[in-house]
Each structure stands twice: as structure tokens, then as C-alpha cells.
């Protein structure tokens, strides 16, 4: 297990169970967005005896720890991914409306940076809120489905 994970899990006073590591592996060897109920069918293909409720509450476990992202594309499915704790590589989505593939990308997220800093900082000072992070979802139609 990576040593950033280990520090979250210790900060957070949870143990590893082998549940939770099927499914952080799962997470490293696939390196994809991928929903609750398919992170329960791979766990099944690996022989894993574990309910539709467990992989939930683990999942939902994990992106409060940090280590997974909790996404929304849409499709009335909660996805979920990998967070790259180190390095940190942020990005944003692009996600089809008609077959629901996402595509992650980073390119121009440092052209946006300085636009998402002064946005932040305005909506923070207006609603006295303190931003700690965002996720932004551009949604359209795929070269395959145009």
C-alpha cells in the first residue's frame, strides 16, 4: 500500500481491511472511472465475497478519506476515481450525454487556474465560504456519437 494511503488511514483511525484493499487495487489496475456496481462485478471476478452494500459503504469510506473522487456525470450513477495523492495531477471532465464516457483532461487546466483562483477567492469572500477544492463537467456529444 502506497505510504500516503497508510497516512490516511491512520489520520483517519481506520484499519485496512482486505475488502478495502480489493478495492484500491481494483482502482490501480483498472485507472478509470468506474461506478459502485462495477467495482462489486470486478470484485466478484476476483473471487470476493462481498455485498452490493459493503462496496457502497466502502466506497462512500474512501472518498471521505480522500482517497477516491466522487463523480457525477449524470447518468444517475455516482462514479468514482482514483485521487492522485502524489503528485497531485488535478483535471476536469468531459462527459458525452449520449453513451456516458468521460474523458479526463489536464491540459488546460493552468490556463484556467488564475480564472478558477479569482473565482474562488469572489465566491469565497462573497459567501464567507471557504473553497477547498471543485470538480467541473463539461457535458456534449463524443466524436463517435456526433
Known amino acids: 500500500m502506497k505510504a500516503e494511503w497508510k497516512k490516511q488511514f491512520n489520520r483517519f483511525n481506520k484499519r485496512m ?10 482502482f ?22 462481498v455485498g452490493m452494500a459493503t462496496v457502497y459503504r466502502n466506497l462512500d469510506l474512501l472518498s471521505q478519506m480522500g482517497l477516491l473522487h466522487r463523480l457525477n456525470f449524470g447518468d444517475g450513477k455516482e462514479h468514482y476515481e482514483m485521487a ?36 474562488e477567492k469572489k465566491l469565497g469572500d462573497k459567501y464567507d465560504f471557504s473553497i477547498q477544492s471543485h470538480q467541473i463537467y463539461f457535458y456534449g456529444l463524443c466524436k463517435d456519437c456526433r
Open 84 to 119: 492522485r495523492i502524489s503528485p497531485a495531477k488535478h483535471h476536469h471532465h468531459l462527459v458525452c450525454t449520449r453513451c456516458g464516457k468521460a474523458v479526463d483532461y489536464s491540459e488546460l487546466v493552468g490556463e484556467e487556474h488564475e480564472f478558477l483562483n479569482r473565482l
Open 17 to 26: 481491511t482486505p475488502c478495502r484493499q480489493a478495492i484500491i487495487d481494483i
Open 28 to 49: 490501480e489496475e483498472k485507472r478509470k472511472h468506474l461506478s459502485a456496481e462495477e467495482v462489486y462485478i470486478l470484485l466478484r471476478k476476483k473471487r470476493r465475497k
